[in-house]
């Protein structure tokens, strides 16, 4: 991906992976320091369209649920709730 860029990288894997299956493999991606912002726009874009996240909106994703306030925007559908309630009414977001 960083090649289609015209980025230059190294990729190497680490080999004390725990070899079960059930670990990722760890990756360290050598890059130039002058590259670092541009790497770090790319691997956000594709981590947003690989996990089907581009189809939503996460303009509320990093809300906080104020409990001493009388309502409250829910993080993960961005429905205004009252805090007396324990989840969002809207898609059940357990706060409690």
Do not use: W
């Amino acid at each position: 991906m960083l090649k289609r860029e015209g980025i230059p990288s190294i990729a190497v894997s680490e080999d004390s992976n725990c070899g079960q299956g059930s670990c990722a493999t760890n990756l360290f991606v050598q890059i130039r320091k002058s590259d670092l912002q541009d790497v770090v726009a790319i691997l956000e874009r594709d981590h947003v369209r690989s996990t089907g996240l581009e189809d939503h909106d996460l303009s509320t994703a990093g809300a906080v649920i104020d409990t001493a306030a009388e309502q409250a925007t829910c993080p993960a559908c961005g429905y205004s709730f009252s805090t007396t309630e324990a989840s969002c009414p809207d898609c059940g977001l357990c706060f409690g």
